[in-house]
């Protein structure tokens, strides 16, 4: 059983930054793929970024290649998600999760944890 908790959501200026955490209970976080998700207003749930077991594949979305970089410490028992250039279509709630990446994305998620909001805007 993994229980994931994230943190670090909050409301920020166009072009601002925010750093997401995720952190996992259990021993068996390093046996996990890491992924987080992201849910806007209205709209479907979207994969946004994926890091292997061992953090050395990561894997983005087109929207947020080259903005957000996915990390983790197997160490600490948590993932990251560090936003840059950040767009009022950023706004979403984000949620992390635990699985396996299948192709370039994680498609099988055994654990979700509960997200946290991020806003977007001036």
């Known amino acids: 059983q993994v229980q994931l908790v994230e943190s670090g959501g909050g409301l920020v200026q166009p072009g601002g930054s925010l750093r997401l955490s995720c952190a996992a209970s259990?021993?068996?976080?390093?046996?996990?793929?890491m992924g987080w998700f992201r849910r806007a207003p209205g709209k479907e749930r979207e994969f946004v970024a994926a890091?292997?077991?061992?953090?050395?594949?990561?894997y983005y979305a087109p929207s947020v290649k080259g903005r957000f970089t996915i990390s983790r410490d197997n160490a600490k028992n948590t993932v990251y998600l560090q936003m840059n250039s950040l767009k009022p279509e950023d706004t979403a709630v984000y949620s992390c999760?635990?699985?396996?990446?299948?192709?370039?994305?994680?498609?099988?998620?055994?654990?979700w944890g509960q997200g946290t909001q991020v806003t977007v805007s001036s």
């Open positions: 999760a635990a699985g396996i990446i299948t192709g370039f994305e994680m498609n099988i998620i055994n654990y």
């Open positions: 259990g021993r068996t976080f390093s046996s996990y793929a």
């Open positions: 890091i292997s077991v061992s953090g050395g594949n990561t």
